[in-house]
């Protein structure tokens, strides 16, 4: 059985990575391959940019060196998936260690958010030649307002990251490190975990980590601490603070998971009641401007999770149709759902399709397949995205519930592929491939069985794959987890399956500069 556990243990429209204005793009060449830098998004005081570089050689292309200048009152603040360095004007940016060849005929993105309008760059050079050209594209005035906040471009890629509310405890993670990371500017989406359900309604879920806790200066995403007096404090503070260096991130308040989807079970009795009390606590005048709306995450409709559900197939499309009536339609409205493949299983017991028109999309849980809840093995990757021989069990993998959702009708660009920045791990074991038995879960840092990405990539670090995740033995501990290798690889089928882009569990998994998140970044495109 698919399970959460990590959830219960350790206690939207969409994209908008697009200016209202058409992209703008310069192109430049080194013999066969080209670089292009395309205005993604002006706001007049700032813009974000990214730069693709096309292998158009039939030899793939090991390293790459661009250097350019940009026009005065213009600069790089911030960027991603490539190392930049800056000397007055002039800029240069190559690849991070972690980035593979780019293959002949396939492309590598890398982008920046910077300061000022955007300019397209000036005497452009790649792996040392001249690009050539070093025309400036045709210019359109800044918009003299924000982008619209509703409803950005639903043909971009969503990168969907989870916030754990309890992480400002013992994991000590809190809004800012989404900035110093970096993954503020990788995100289109922050999904704020976890609301309660509770006597049909929507409640709060840690008043104090939601909207008490005084931060200082030296915690807070801008610097500035908070006071005694002030009115609304916490991670809900801190993301408006967030929201406002950051103007493309949306912010969605997620409901229920493993250990607070019992509730639903009583709201799916009376969806209107329900939805009424989600969009007075969302809306709240406290923090109605840090949501941009609400995220189902039922575990699971007329099935079992941590209790049982019998509400009936249609319950989850009654629950999500009442929320998008009362939300409306420029709210974002998503579920995180179950990801079980399998002949009758739970995706087959609920209305999924029916409750999709609702939402702005989907996202199924495409980890946690298996782990030591069943703690004598066999050893299996937890997230598998294929099958292989072996596998304990048929249809508990990625592309097993991907196909099988998209075969209810459910459109491809509203699926996002889940990934999951923890590994999980069985102790007692003596085989070093998957199938080994063993005697229980392995240590971890805060829970047996379940360790972080930035701690196994060093403790642990991976020695092969399976199913397209990776997996290692060390000692008699078996750990199985995604790398910033095989993420690429799932990145590649969620753009050959014309999926809506991906979301992960959870961002403090993730190193200190975002190597997992920048995996997910770059492999989208």
Same mark, same amino acid.
């Given at each position: 059985?698919?399970?959460?556990?990590?959830?219960?243990?350790?206690?939207?429209?969409?994209?908008?990575?697009?200016?209202?204005?058409?992209?703008?793009?310069?192109?430049?060449?080194?013999?066969?391959?080209?670089?292009?830098?395309?205005?993604?998004?002006?706001?007049?005081?700032?813009?974000?940019?990214?730069?693709?570089?096309? /292998?158009?050689?039939?030899?793939?292309?090991?390293?790459?060196?661009?250097?350019?200048?940009?026009?005065?009152?213009?600069?790089?603040?911030?960027?991603?998936?490539?190392?930049?360095?800056?000397?007055?004007?002039?800029?240069?940016?190559?690849?991070?260690?972690?980035?593979?060849?780019?293959?002949?005929?396939?492309?590598?993105?890398?982008?920046?958010?910077?300061? $000022?309008?955007?300019?397209?760059?000036?005497?452009?050079?790649? @792996?040392?030649?001249?690009?050539?050209?070093?025309?400036?594209?045709?210019? +359109?005035?800044?918009?003299?307002?924000?982008?619209?906040?509703?409803?950005?471009?639903?043909? $971009?890629?969503?990168?969907?990251?989870?916030?754990?509310?309890?992480?400002?405890?013992?994991?000590?993670?809190?809004?800012?490190?989404?900035?110093?990371?970096?993954?503020?500017?990788?995100?289109?989406?922050? !999904?704020?975990?976890?609301?309660?359900?509770?006597?049909?309604?929507?409640?709060?879920?840690?008043?104090?980590?939601?909207?008490?806790?005084?931060?200082?200066?030296?915690?807070?995403?801008?610097?500035?601490?908070?006071?005694?007096?002030?009115?609304?404090?916490?991670?809900? @503070?801190?993301?408006?603070?967030?929201?406002?260096?950051?103007?493309?991130?949306?912010?969605?308040?997620?409901?229920? $998971?493993?250990?607070?989807?019992?509730?639903?079970?009583?709201?799916?009795?009376?969806?209107?009641?329900?939805?009424?009390?989600?969009?007075?606590?969302?809306?709240?005048?406290?923090?109605?401007?840090?949501?941009?709306?609400?995220?189902?995450?039922?575990?699971?409709?007329?099935?079992?999770? !941590?209790?049982?559900?019998?509400?009936?197939?249609?319950?989850?499309? /009654?629950?999500?149709?009442?929320?998008?009536?009362?939300?409306?339609?420029?709210? !974002?409205?998503?579920?995180?759902?179950?990801?079980?493949?399998?002949?009758?299983?739970?995706?087959?017991?609920?209305?999924?399709?029916?409750?999709?028109?609702?939402?702005?999309?989907?996202?199924?849980?495409?980890?946690?397949?298996?782990?030591?809840?069943?703690?004598?093995?066999?050893?299996?990757?937890?997230?598998?995205?294929?099958?292989?021989?072996?596998?304990?069990?048929?249809?508990?993998?990625?592309?097993?519930?991907?196909?099988?959702?998209?075969?209810?009708?459910?459109?491809?660009?509203?699926?996002?592929?889940?990934?999951?920045?923890? %590994?999980?791990?069985?102790?007692?074991?003596?085989?070093?491939?998957?199938?080994?038995?063993?005697?229980?879960?392995?240590?971890?840092?805060?829970?047996?069985?379940?360790?972080?990405?930035?701690?196994?990539?060093?403790?642990?670090?991976?020695? $092969?794959?399976?199913?397209?995740?990776?997996?290692?033995?060390?000692?008699?501990?078996?750990?199985?987890?995604?790398?910033?290798? +095989?993420?690429?690889?799932?990145?590649?089928?969620?753009?050959?399956?014309?999926?809506? %882009?991906?979301?992960?569990?959870?961002?403090?998994?993730? +190193?200190?500069?975002?190597?997992?998140?920048?995996?997910?970044?770059?492999?989208?495109?």
């Amino acid at each position: 059985m698919k399970r959460s556990l990590r959830r219960a243990l350790w206690a939207g429209a969409v994209v908008v990575l697009t200016a209202t204005l058409a992209p703008v793009a310069a192109a430049y060449g080194a013999g066969s391959v080209t670089t292009t830098f395309t205005k993604v998004q002006d706001w007049g005081s700032g813009h974000e940019g990214r730069v693709t570089i096309t /292998n158009g050689s039939d030899a793939p292309v090991g390293t790459w060196r661009i250097e350019f200048d940009l026009p005065a009152g213009t600069s790089i603040s911030s960027s991603w998936d490539a190392d930049v360095t800056r000397s007055g004007n002039h800029y240069v940016a190559v690849k991070k260690s972690w980035a593979g060849p780019i293959a002949p005929g396939t492309s590598f993105n890398w982008g920046y958010n910077g300061s $000022g309008p955007y300019a397209a760059p000036l005497n452009c050079t790649i @792996n040392g030649a001249s690009c050539g050209g070093g025309s400036t594209p045709p210019t +359109t005035p800044p918009p003299t307002t924000p982008p619209p906040t509703n409803p950005p471009d639903p043909g $971009g890629k969503k990168i969907v990251g989870y916030f754990a509310e309890w992480g400002v405890y013992g994991r000590n993670y809190h809004v800012k490190n989404i900035h110093t990371s970096g993954s503020a500017s990788k995100l289109t989406h922050i !999904l704020y975990a976890f609301g309660n359900t509770t006597g049909g309604r929507c409640t709060i879920g840690d008043s104090y980590a939601d909207y008490e806790k005084a931060y200082t200066a030296a915690e807070s995403v801008d610097g500035v601490a908070d006071t005694w007096d002030q009115p609304l404090r916490g991670s809900f @503070n801190q993301l408006r603070k967030l929201k406002q260096m950051y103007p493309h991130l949306k912010v969605i308040w997620s409901f229920g $998971g493993w250990t607070w989807s019992g509730g639903f079970t009583q709201a799916a009795q009376n969806p209107t009641a329900f939805a009424e009390s989600c969009h007075n606590l969302v809306e709240d005048p406290r923090w109605a401007d840090v949501f941009d709306g609400i995220d189902v995450d039922w575990e699971y409709p007329n099935a079992c999770g !941590l209790s049982c559900d019998a509400s009936g197939p249609n319950a989850f499309k /009654n629950v999500v149709s009442a929320l998008r009536t009362r939300f409306g339609a420029n709210a !974002l409205v998503t579920a995180a759902i179950t990801a079980d493949g399998s002949n009758g299983g739970k995706i087959d017991v609920t209305d999924y399709a029916g409750g999709a028109q609702h939402l702005n999309w989907i996202m199924p849980m495409t980890y946690d397949y298996f782990g030591a809840f069943n703690p004598q093995g066999p050893t299996a990757p937890h997230s598998p995205l294929t099958s292989y021989p072996g596998i304990p069990q048929q249809g508990f993998w990625s592309d097993a519930a991907i196909q099988k959702l998209k075969s209810k009708g459910i459109p491809a660009n509203k699926l996002l592929l889940g990934v999951g920045f923890y %590994g999980r791990g069985w102790t007692g074991v003596t085989q070093a491939a998957p199938g080994g038995s063993a005697t229980g879960a392995a240590p971890g840092t805060y829970e047996a069985g379940i360790e972080d990405y930035k701690v196994l990539k060093n403790t642990c670090p991976a020695t $092969g794959t399976v199913g397209g995740t990776a997996y290692a033995k060390c000692g008699s501990n078996w750990w199985s987890y995604d790398t910033p290798a +095989t993420i690429n690889g799932k990145m590649t089928y969620a753009n050959n399956q014309g999926l809506g %882009g991906a979301f992960f569990w959870e961002l403090s998994g993730d +190193t200190g500069n975002g190597e997992l998140i920048g995996a997910i970044k770059g492999g989208l495109g």
